[in-house]
């Protein structure tokens, strides 16, 4: 099946460090957007929330807004989390939004607790989409910390997508779930940003085998080596459900989340090349302001 042709990027990076959230938010301005799906919910305050390798740099950028948003966490319960809002330039007048994994779907948001099953990335599709919603004209998206090993099948139901077992019931979240799909509407996915979403990883791993999502990230999420084969079927289901070659390189970052985002439209780029294009967004905004 041929993907869907659109422009993206997201970014990736395995080696991210965490950054305290009271010394990294210092002097920048907060905002407040609420998720659909947490609102009704008392939303679980996070202590040093959990940060990936682009946030420092996001925030050192001028004019760089820290925006606040209530998602589901990989847990399935409500957090509070954020995401980076950077100024409007002439090639991007509805400015960019920096989104990590690590401070909404991250492993860090789980204490010592690992639940490899059940863990999801509902919740970083959630900051995705009310990014979307500010009207931001380019994402970058950092995928490190990984808790879960759903394939970003989380990701793609909070961006619309609807992932549905062979009697058309909606898939249970996480890995759990993945054995199930058996069709993908992604007709109602949101539309990528006018400048397309860039992803850095440092690895491109593939989907499956010795190097991929299971082997990466099981061990950290808490995957005991006996279920690798069951949740890599559910990988290769999904896999044949999305628009996208799973062998493509980076398709394993993150437990998969790589796949989903290809599936969105996403390119995904080793880390040197991202960065090189981050230090252009930094001239960009610069000469803006």
Do not use: K
């Not at 869907?4 to 991210?16: F, H, K, M, P, Q």
């Not at 740099?57 to 001028?62: G, R, S």
């Amino acid at each position: 099946m041929a993907p869907i042709r659109r422009s993206a990027a997201a970014a990736v990076d395995a080696l991210g460090s965490p950054i305290a959230a009271a010394g990294a938010g210092s002097g920048l301005t907060e905002g407040r957007t609420a998720s659909r799906r947490a609102a009704q919910t008392n939303p679980r305050p996070v202590v040093d929330e959990p940060r990936g390798a682009l946030y420092e740099f996001a925030t050192d950028l001028p004019g760089a807004r820290r925006m606040s948003v209530v998602v589901t966490g990989p847990d399935g319960e409500p957090i509070e989390a954020t995401w980076i809002s950077l100024p409007a330039s002439a090639e991007t007048p509805g400015g960019t939004a920096v989104v990590e994994l690590a401070s909404t779907s991250g492993i860090g948001l789980l204490g010592d607790r690992r639940v490899p099953w059940d863990a999801g990335t509902v919740g970083f599709g959630e900051a995705i989409a009310a990014a979307l919603d500010h009207g931001v004209g380019r994402l970058v998206l950092s995928l490190d910390q990984a808790a879960s090993i759903d394939g970003g099948a989380g990701m793609l139901t909070a961006l619309g997508a609807v992932l549905t077992d062979s009697s058309c019931r909606i898939i249970l979240p996480g890995a759990r779930g993945l054995e199930h799909v058996a069709h993908a509407e992604l007709e109602g996915l949101r539309a990528l940003p006018h400048r397309g979403v860039l992803a850095l990883t440092d690895s491109m791993n593939p989907l499956l085998g010795p190097a991929g999502a299971c082997a990466v990230v099981g061990p950290q999420a808490g995957l005991d080596a006996r279920d690798v084969p069951a949740v890599e079927d559910g990988l290769r289901r999904l896999a044949g459900r999305l628009p996208v070659d799973y062998r493509t390189p980076g398709a394993g970052s993150a437990g998969g989340t790589g796949l989903a985002l290809l599936a969105w439209g996403a390119r995904l780029v080793p880390c040197a090349v991202g960065i090189a294009e981050l230090m252009d967004l930094r001239e960009e905004i610069e000469q803006a302001h």
